[in-house]
């Protein structure tokens, strides 16, 4: 059976660093951080004083009043993400092609703020008091049911829930339904909305966070002195379609995709995989799948969380991979700036890096001021860097061992 060629045609966001696509490009590329202190916890409970929140974020401007007190934020936020990609893909979801047309939305933890809200009432009033709508709020799934409630999707329809691979995953996912024939458009991406008391409480005590309580240089990748990530939120949804269909409808192309690597690690609940092997494998299963030698990947945007373990272990893996040409190879991790959005990071970074293969321009790695001999590869430090590339590749690894690779391509 011949693979269908499977292209992006639109895409829309929300984050730390602007809630649409340009705005939060323009941050990136001027190096601007969306960290700062913690608002929406107490600050003064958690050993962790920094986060990367969404501002400015008004669900009525994307959904009715009553509808959107019946979503938590991730699913606000993954709504309002996708009706920017649709209209940004010009599509409209007719009778014709609603059954051709679906939505495969990641979530690493879904409505964590909706269960520690109603637990809370449940608490202190019993069942009664706890509301109707708290499940369907709650369950990570709901991003994809209410995109596709909203635009009328009635083909596949699905989440992955690979921690902080989920929106790489996702979008993998995605495209392997329309290179196989089973839908021809697809709205696909990630959303997540950590900020929340128990969400602080758990990856605090788990010392996963950074403790530095400078927002401006809590999250530095690569750097020596880096002490944990930077927890972030969000949503980024990309339109993937068909050639033929956004031929047909005389579509703007933004790129195409063209290989996805999937892998488990089977190591550890945490901790990657010693020297980063299940992330070699991804990344070579993402390349031989696009067909593609590592000389044709000109810019790689790495999980890079500023943990200790990731930044080496990522480093030590794409050297694996790519051989010598990891010495040209420009690697730079913009959780720098938006810090690490968990089951949305992937798709925020796949939607960075086809901007950066459109806009021939490499996102830096900010707060990069003292090297690790460990991580020894070209992190576009500080500044971002004027480039024209034809390939890029995204880099997702997430709890539990996944890792997941994407790889876009100019089209051609």
């Given at each position: 059976m011949e693979k269908k060629r499977v292209v992006i045609t639109g895409m829309g966001a929300v984050s730390p660093v602007g809630n649409n696509v340009d705005e939060m490009w323009d941050s990136i590329i001027s190096g601007r951080s969306g960290i700062d202190t913690i608002t929406?916890?107490?600050?003064?409970?958690?050993?962790?004083?920094?986060?990367?929140?969404?501002?400015?974020?008004?669900?009525?401007?994307?959904?009715?009043?009553?509808?959107?007190?019946?979503?938590?934020?991730?699913?606000?936020?993954?709504?309002?993400?996708?009706?920017m990609a649709v209209k940004d893909a010009n599509l409209e979801i007719t009778d014709e092609i609603a059954y051709r047309t679906g939505v495969w939305i990641g979530s690493g933890i879904g409505g964590m703020g909706t269960y520690e809200e109603q637990f809370e009432k449940f608490l202190e009033k019993g069942y009664r008091r706890v509301s109707p709508f708290f499940i369907p709020m709650m369950i990570p799934d709901m991003a994809a049911g209410q995109v596709s409630i909203?635009?009328?999707a009635k083909a596949m329809n699905s989440c992955s829930v690979t921690a902080c691979a989920s929106g790489a995953n996702s979008i993998g996912d995605a495209f392997k339904v329309i290179q196989r024939g089973d839908a021809d458009i697809?709205?696909?991406?990630?959303t997540e909305s950590p900020m929340n008391k128990m969400s602080?409480?758990?990856?605090?005590?788990?010392?996963?966070?950074?403790?530095?309580?400078?927002?401006q240089s809590a999250s530095r990748?690569?750097?020596?002195?880096?002490d944990?990530?930077?927890?972030?939120?969000?949503?980024?949804?990309?339109?993937?379609?068909?050639?033929?269909?956004a031929q047909k409808r005389g579509a703007h192309i933004y790129g195409e995709i063209v290989g996805y690597?999937?892998?488990?690690?089977?190591?550890?609940?945490t901790a990657p995989a010693p020297e980063g092997e299940g992330a070699v494998r991804a990344m070579q299963q993402a390349l031989d799948d696009a067909g593609m030698t590592p000389e044709d990947i000109g810019y790689i945007n790495?999980?890079?969380?500023?943990?200790?373990?990731?930044?080496?272990?990522?480093?030590?893996?794409?050297?694996?991979?790519?051989?010598?040409?990891a010495n040209k190879l420009a690697m730079s991790s913009t959780k720098s700036m938006t810090g690490h959005l968990l089951g949305a990071a992937g798709a925020i970074e796949a939607i960075i890096s086809l901007k950066a293969m459109v806009e021939g321009t490499l996102p830096p790695t900010i707060n990069y001021e003292t090297p690790d001999p460990e991580c020894d590869m070209d992190y576009v430090p500080n500044e971002a860097r004027k480039a024209e590339v034809d390939a890029v590749m995204s880099n997702s690894l997430g709890f539990g061992g996944h890792n997941a690779s994407l790889v876009f391509k100019k089209h051609q």
């Open positions: 929406k916890v107490n600050k003064d409970d958690y050993p962790a004083k920094v986060a990367a929140e969404v501002k400015d974020f008004n669900p009525t401007d994307f959904i009715d009043k009553k509808e959107a007190r019946k979503m938590d934020p991730f699913t606000q936020y993954a709504v309002a993400a996708s009706l909203t635009l009328g697809m709205i696909t991406g990630g602080f409480a758990g990856f605090s005590a788990a010392r996963a966070l950074s403790f530095n309580e400078d927002p990748p690569f750097d020596k002195n880096r944990g990530f930077v927890m972030g939120e969000g949503a980024g949804i990309i339109i993937l379609e068909t050639l033929e269909s690597g999937a892998t488990g690690d089977a190591h550890h609940i790495a999980h890079g969380t500023s943990t200790e373990l990731n930044d080496k272990f990522e480093t030590m893996a794409a050297r694996q991979v790519f051989g010598d040409h």
